[in-house]
């Protein structure tokens, strides 16, 4: 299957395959091997150096997902994204980020950038002038996360691309939340797209992977230095997440579905203070999400009555489990205050407008009646209990 013009089901059922030459099976046939032959050969396979043929074959799939020439698989999310940072800076470079970062991003720059003398910029916010006035002459490198997280804050992609692209420096994207399926940064000009493939494209919560896709220029870059820091993912987990992905476009519509139908409900709910959800209208950046994304997602994050208390109402959800992942096919539900941005202060927290009401809620692919009677559910009870 080589195709350009696949459709993207077909794309996730089949492009990539390894074929099963000796027995004909339906499926790709999984080689563990860590140790292959060396003569006779034209490549030098072995795990580490990213090129077994589970490893190549996923490659291609996750390559034609994001429209890019190439991709690599990594052991984690954040093994992609701290191998691909380190393989465009260099010691005196510097890079600008958004300030609202996923966490083990922020604290890889934060703890680690000093150490290789790696500059770096938070822009404010989200407009260009918030990230042109943090661009330097030794800017090498913009990277962006959007949507964000946790207030699905949105980021102009071919704005951020243009920048750029006058300044020869590289676009980076986090591109987890939205997932291939509802955004193709490519299309807005972003060289380089990252994934924690722990979310949408392994999407049952079992298996931590990361991937990167880019043109075949970038890639060689950042695996020659991949090939080094050795953050490669067992072949086990490759071909799990291949399975996985057959079904992604499937899991990831209907959670688009179910999260679109949860926000328009929260959103009326008197209990309810805010939504954060870039399919309403009320989303700060609803136009721009319209333009540069083909869904939703299936992320959201609301605002509970200041009355309500937090761990009571999470105590008091029967189906949606509070936890600290997301994108799998269960409802799961976070309080950041708690979790992810416990460790700032609470005036940074206002700051960032994460109120102690705020829960991200990462909408599954159960029925949408069985998702508003849980959360129904445990409204009622923590507003009875709060009149006590
Ligand atoms: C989870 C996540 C990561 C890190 O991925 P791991 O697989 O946990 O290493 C990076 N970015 C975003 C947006 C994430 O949600």
Redesign the pocket.
Known sequence: MKSKNLGINTICTHVGEVEDKQFKGAISPLYMSSSYAYEDVDVKRYPRYFNTPNQEALCKKIAMLEKCEAALIFG??????STTMLAFLHKGDHVVLPQTL?G??YNFVVEEFHKFGIEYAFAKGFSETDFSEKIQKNTKVIFV?TPS?PLMRITDLEMISKLAKQRGIVTMI?N??ASPVNQTPTDFGIDIM??????YMGGHSDI???AVAASEEHIKQIWNLAKNLGGSLSDYTVWLLERSMKTMVLRVKAQNKNAKKMAKWLEKHPLVEKVYYPGLKSHPEYELAKKQMNGYTGMLSFEINESLNVGNFLKALKMIKPSM???GVESTILSPAKTSHALLSAEERKRQNISDGLLRFSVGIEEVEDIIADLEGAFKMVSKMEKI
């Open positions: 984690s999310g954040m093994a992609a994204v996923y083990g991003t996360e997280n986090d987890t939340f990252i994934h924690s493939a722990t979310k931590l992977a990361g992942s997301l994108a």
